[in-house]
């Protein structure tokens, strides 16, 4: 199994990015997908996930109304839509996949190698 985060960079306070998460080796559809984030010397923290579906979805409060999380099963792909990007959103980004719907980061079976994303104020 694969997981490839992808779309992180360098933005200013307020600006947008979208992340994108490619899977391989798994059969997409059944799983879960999250996205988390980690700050140097903090814990990784949950951001987001989607349902296997894609009908239902969850965020942290921290992110709520400025993110969106979506997938395309036919692409094997789940994104994370970064709106008014605040310097306290700066970290490494991760997508993970489980077959149940979870906000604690040790539940997920499988992870990506994570993409930058840093946000100057």
């Known amino acids: 199994v694969q997981l490839q985060a992808s779309g992180g960079g360098l933005v200013q306070a307020g600006g947008s990015l979208r992340l994108s998460c490619a899977a391989s080796g798994l059969t997409f559809s059944s799983y879960v997908m999250g996205w988390f984030r980690q700050a140097p010397g903090k814990e990784r923290e949950f951001v987001a996930h989607?349902?296997?579906?894609?009908?239902?979805?969850y965020y942290a409060d921290s992110v709520k109304g400025r993110f969106t999380i979506s997938r395309d099963n036919g692409k094997n792909t789940v994104y994370l839509q970064m709106n008014s990007l605040k310097p306290e959103d700066t970290a490494v980004y991760y997508c993970?996949?489980?077959?149940?719907?979870?906000?604690?980061?040790?539940?997920?079976?499988?992870w990506g190698q994570g993409t930058q994303v840093t946000v100057s104020s």
């Open positions: 989607i349902s296997q579906s894609g009908g239902s979805t």
């Open positions: 993970a996949a489980d077959q149940m719907p979870r906000m604690q980061a040790v539940g997920y079976r499988y």
